[in-house]
């Protein structure tokens, strides 16, 4: 079992920024992706970012954030960020950090094993 806690979100204004951290406990040591995603009221969860390996494998990014979030990891601490600058209304979502142990498709939800509780962002305009 893997545990994951996300943590950072906040109200901010449009072009500001907010660090999200996500700390997994349990067998972390099987975990292959590292994933964020995000869900909107009244829409359908979707994919933000996500990182192989924790801090040493590739990283990939949905085109909407592309330039403006990034991912990083810390294996020792075995914690995920995603610093998302340039923040935008649109951005506004509860933020789901997710784990998979089989390799998944890192853009799709439904292929991680573990989810966090999600945080809170907003932004204004």
């Known amino acids: 079992q893997v545990q994951l806690v996300e943590s950072g979100g906040g109200l901010v204004q449009a072009g500001g920024s907010l660090r999200l951290s996500c700390a997994a406990s349990?067998?972390?040591?099987?975990?292959?992706?590292m994933g964020w995603f995000r869900q909107a009221p009244g829409k359908e969860r979707e994919f933000v970012s996500a990182?192989?390996?924790?801090?040493?494998?590739?990283?990939y990014y949905a085109d909407s954030v592309k330039g403006r979030f990034t991912i990083s990891g810390d294996n020792a601490k075995n914690t995920v960020y995603l610093q998302m600058n340039s923040l935008k209304p649109e951005d506004t979502a509860v933020y789901y950090c997710?784990?998979?142990?089989?390799?998944?498709?890192?853009?799709?939800?439904?292929?991680?094993?573990?989810w966090g509780q999600g945080t809170q962002v907003t932004v204004s305009s």
């Open positions: 349990g067998r972390t040591f099987s975990i292959y992706t």
């Open positions: 997710a784990a998979d142990q089989r390799f998944a498709r890192v853009t799709t939800a439904s292929e991680y094993d573990y």
């Open positions: 990182i192989r390996n924790w801090s040493g494998g590739s990283t």
